[in-house]
T-cell receptor, first 114, second 116 residues
Framework: ETGVTQTPRHLVMGMTNKKSLKCEQHLGHNAMYWYKQSAKKPLELMFVYNFKEQTENNSVPSRFSPECPNSSHLFLHLHTLQPEDSALYLC?????????????FGPGTRLTVL | AQKITQTQPGMFVQEKEAVTLDCTYDTSDQSYGLFWYKQPSSGEMIFLIYQGSYDEQNATEGRYSLNFQKARKSANLVISASQLGDSAMYFC?????????????FGSGTRLSIRP
């Protein structure tokens, strides 16, 4: 595997379910991110992890719980979600800090909450 | 607060024509980075081109070039000789400088459709 991978690619869940999204990067980067992309809205940054430490929580509801066990893996644990949480969830990674480092994105998980 | 504005929600362009996608930004910082990403219908965000605020020359990557006008705070993407595969959403983005981990702000995007 190369680049940034995300599983599953598609997920349908009920409001009472608990599920997890997984992201893995094979680029040797130290920073990882979760973004939410809803229809007709700009991409929203949710969480930032830097060397496994969370450095940014963009006022995300507690029903979204991130976990970063190491610099290569990032999880997003989901529980008691709402229909408005349906969106494309994108994971990204980048080398540590520095203005000229682009972020590399995974293919995303398209989440539907019923 | 930093902000990215893309005023063209959608554009139609004839194949082989050049196209310019507009992007303006707002920041009080002197050091920042500007990016363009392409998002095909598959969903993956693909990095296209980068421009640093201190770069004196406009960035170019193959058919992509960035028309950087610092005084106007604009960073328009120019695609030369458009192809059918260029049909996608295009996002302009800006990185906050000196952040502990590369936080990027995205614009609302422009949907580009190439006509054969």
């Amino acid at each position: 595997e190369t680049g940034v991978t995300q599983t599953p690619r598609h997920l349908v869940m009920g409001m009472t379910n608990k599920k997890s999204l997984k992201c893995e990067q094979h680029l040797g980067h130290n920073a990882m991110y979760w973004y939410k992309q809803s229809a007709k809205k700009p991409l929203e940054l949710m969480f930032v992890y830097n060397f496994k430490e969370q450095t940014e929580n963009n006022s995300v509801p507690s029903r979204f719980s991130p976990e970063c066990p190491n610099s290569s893996h990032l999880f997003l644990h989901l529980h008691t979600l709402q229909p408005e949480d349906s969106a494309l969830y994108l994971c990204a990674s980048s080398p540590l800090a520095g203005v000229n480092n682009e972020q590399f994105f995974g293919p995303g998980t398209r989440l539907t909450v019923l | 607060a930093q902000k990215i504005t893309q005023t063209q929600p959608g554009m139609f362009v004839q194949e082989k024509e050049a196209v310019t996608l507009d992007c303006t930004y707002d920041t009080s910082d002197q050091s920042y980075g500007l990016f363009w990403y392409k998002q095909p219908s598959s969903g993956e965000m693909i990095f296209l081109i980068y421009q640093g605020s201190y770069d004196e020359q406009n960035a170019t990557e193959g058919r992509y070039s960035l028309n950087f006008q610092k005084a106007r705070k604009s960073a328009n993407l120019v695609i030369s000789a458009s192809q059918l595969g260029d049909s996608a959403m295009y996002f302009c983005a800006m990185r906050e400088p000196y952040s502990s981990a590369s936080k990027i702000i995205f614009g609302s995007g422009t949907r580009l459709s190439i006509r054969p």
